[in-house]
């Protein structure tokens, strides 16, 4: 027990790790962007954000987490790998429309270059999560952090180099990061072939062709999982696109995006911990039920901490720190800032039990819950953003983080009091019971 312990704290440590670093790239483009261009320019980064990220999640079908969560073997490889090479292609023609739309709409071309480089770049991130996911099957989170790593810097050199050139050479700052953008994105292409397919492949492709109808069987499986992804992120990207649609609304996004973009770190740390206990967490939960009690409860522990010192942080030190990181216009939203902050240290514990519901394959309740948030953000973005449009998107992210907390501790108590009324002996597979309806009821 102890090995498998110092095992899963070296993953813990390589998964916050890998994507520490790509979130602090993130972060650092934010800073670049306004500091070196405008808040118009973060808002536009976020605004094809806001529309790249439900596309792709949708016909993403969260397969790594259902690979993952799959202990049973019901579907080799080759069925993910071929399911998820059909859904990437029907989101890069769904959002080629989109690119296509916003062209025929907008008359700032280099705003347009933008929102296309980002749909480009999350394809490229749709088509490595799978190739994540074999990583993290064989608990090799080493492999997932080089990758993330490598993408986090593909993603902040480009925009390091051209923006400050931009401002101090008089160059047109909204050109510089559309350019910025396109190298990013090309990077990511070549990152795909050139690290995740060479290390993920050998281990997980059999070589053989994967029938439709197993193809099918898996997305039909899966839906519920793009459904939930989707909609978690439309929780974001609802209310951001409102911002954008207000007078003035892209530079008000881009000081509400540039506000949520600290909130990152901590959210890193719970999300990239809960990956990283996730096929632990699956086993766990259908063959030893204490040890699945004590590994949750350390994960929600650890959220718990994390929140905690976030806040305190923030009240403490929060102005001085916007006011470094970006310019003292952002400092002045402080008040705003903390709404946020306590928005994400709630969401800290929702993650880690997210997951969890995931790798108790409770699947299909999970989308009906998450119908229920959105509708609960709807309306709360419907009632404060048009008033007031950074203080109410603000309100509206607290809003979702109560109502989405709530609902998931429930579901993970449903699931284990109904785990508790059942002998398994082993995980689940083809024929494993459906916690699904009992977990709903």
Known sequence: MNHASRSLRVNMLFAIGGMGLYSLCQLLVTALLAKFASARAVGDYAYGLAVSSPVVLLFSLELRGAFVADV????????????????????????????????????????????????????????????????????????????????????????????????????????????????????????????????????????????????????????????????????????????????????????????????????LVAIQASNAAANRLSLYYWQDRAAFVRLLARLLATALTLGAGLCVAAWFAGEWFL??????????????????????????????????ATQMRLFMVQSWMQALVLAATLVAALAWIPADPLRGAALTALTRAVVQFVLYAGCVAGGLVWRSKRVIAGPPGALAPDPEAHAAG
Not at 171 to 177: E, L, M, V
Not at 232 to 258: F, H
Request: with cysteine; net charge positive; proline share 5%.
């Open 72 to 267: 049973g073997g019901e579907f080799p490889y080759s069925v993910y790998r071929r399911l998820r090479n059909a859904a990437a292609a029907a989101a890069a023609v769904c959002l080629a429309l989109v690119v296509a739309w916003r062209a025929l709409r907008d008359v700032d071309a280099p705003a347009v270059a933008l929102l296309a480089c980002i749909c480009a770049a999350k394809i490229a991130w749709q088509l490595a999560e799978l190739d994540w996911g074999a990583f993290q099957r064989r608990e090799r989170l080493d492999l997932v952090a080089a990758a993330a790593a490598l993408r986090g810097l593909a993603l902040l050199a480009p925009f390091a180099v051209l923006l400050p050139a931009a401002a101090y050479t008089g160059w047109n700052p909204a050109t510089a990061t559309a350019l910025a953008a396109g190298i990013w994105a090309a990077s990511w292409w070549l990152i795909l072939p050139m690290f995740e397919r060479r290390r993920a492949a050998p281990a997980a492709e059999s070589g053989r062709p994967a029938p439709w109808r197993d193809v099918r069987r898996l997305a039909w499986q899966t839906l519920p999982l793009g459904v939930v992804a989707t909609v978690v992120n439309l929780c974001d990207s609802l209310p951001r696109l409102l911002i954008a649609s207000q007078p003035g609304g892209r530079e008000a996004l881009g000081y509400y995006a540039a506000l949520a973009y600290v909130t990152l770190a901590g959210n």
């Open 323 to 356: 006011r470094v990181l970006y310019r003292s216009d952002y400092a002045a939203h402080h008040s705003e800032f903390m709404i946020i902050i306590a928005a994400q240290s709630l969401a800290l514990m929702t993650n880690v039990l997210g997951v969890t």
